[in-house]
């Protein structure tokens, strides 16, 4: 059998990823090669990924790859998938879930978002965490920053800002746990579908046989239920990761605790609802979710940002 050859983007994220995944592999006596690609969210780094606007900007480069044969499958963080993906294309595996929740990071370890005194200035360029940051910390003030977390950091360390809000998984599987001086409340930041989690993505031809093999090596049974439930959330509101939308689900044994919002981009009007159920309805809650935000105001809040890009 030929070694699997694995996809991944060429920040140092992405290949602690793919290596995690080759790890995972080799354990399952799998040979492996890793093909690094850059792709468009990596080369435009002036420009936020909302306004870039294309859906996928982490993945194009790789699905053609993907589906040319060049590749058999590829790593991708969980959170920057598209809730629907090209023709042909699926998710065959997810694997065990890091702590999911968001951070702040920052040189000086007393560094508070509810700081009023001395009132933080915060890098971060997602649209969830600048309208969370207007709603619950109206005080602090934003600059965008876009870029990996390595450049994220120096751009702090040049004085940009005294903090980031970043996902937990990318700075602890960066080794930058040092940094850490709050972690977020999770029902305050309620983190974004798929955070935390790794993805395998594979195009309709790779072959069953390896498919199976993969998945047996590489998928956390609990965390892809939790992800269900998250992507058919998202998948209702038709959002990619530039939607100021979040999903989360707890799974303990077979209860599945989902619990979901949208935030306008201001801050102004956050909706968030909560379900329980059993596992093996992850997707109608997730769908069922979505369906009661969006007739609690959630239409409207997609509505008003679909218009404001419309109008650039
Ligand atoms: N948006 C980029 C991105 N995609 C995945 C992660 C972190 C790792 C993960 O969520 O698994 C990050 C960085 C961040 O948001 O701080």
Redesign the pocket.
């Known amino acids: 059998m030929y070694p699997i050859r694995i996809g991944t983007r060429k920040s140092e994220?992405a290949l602690w990823?793919a290596r995690h995944v080759a790890d995972l592999l080799h354990k399952a006596g799998m040979e492996t090669e890793l093909i690094p690609l850059e792709t468009k969210g990596d080369k435009i780094l002036d420009v936020s990924?909302a306004k870039i606007g294309s859906k996928g900007v982490f993945t194009e480069e790789i699905e053609a790859d993907l589906a040319s044969g060049k590749m058999d499958i590829a790593v991708h963080?969980?959170?920057?998938m598209q809730s629907i993906l090209p023709e042909g294309f699926e998710l065959i595996a997810f694997t065990e879930r890091?702590y999911?929740g968001?951070v702040l990071v920052s040189r000086r370890k007393t560094a508070r978002l509810n700081d009023r005194e001395k009132p933080l200035t915060v890098g971060t360029s997602?649209v969830r965490r600048v309208a969370l940051l207007r709603h619950a910390f109206p005080h602090v003030k934003v600059v965008d920053m876009r870029g990996n977390?390595q450049t994220r950091i120096r751009k702090m360390d040049e004085g940009q800002c005294d903090a980031l809000?970043?996902?937990f998984?990318?700075?602890h599987?960066m080794g930058y746990d040092d940094l850490i001086a709050e972690k977020l409340p999770l029902s305050l930041f309620i983190p974004p579908v798929?955070?935390?989690?790794?993805a395998i993505e594979a195009f309709t031809h790779l072959d069953p046989a390896r498919k199976e093999k993969i998945r047996a090596a590489v998928n956390h049974n609990p965390t892809e239920t939790r992800l269900l439930a998250e992507r058919a959330f998202l998948r209702r509101l038709e959002g990619g990761?530039s939607i100021p939308a979040f999903a989360f689900a707890d799974l303990n044994q077979n209860r599945l605790r989902l619990s979901a919002g949208i935030i306008d981009p201001m801050g102004q009007k956050l909706i968030t609802r909560e379900v329980e159920g059993y596992g093996r309805d992850a997707e109608n809650m997730g769908h069922n979710l979505a369906g009661e935000i969006l007739s609690a105001g959630g239409a409207a809040i997609l509505d008003a940002i679909q218009q404001e890009r419309r109008n650039g």
């Open positions: 994220l990823q990924i963080s969980a959170k920057d890091e999911p968001d997602s977390l809000i970043l996902a998984a990318g700075v599987r798929g955070q935390g989690c790794i990761c």
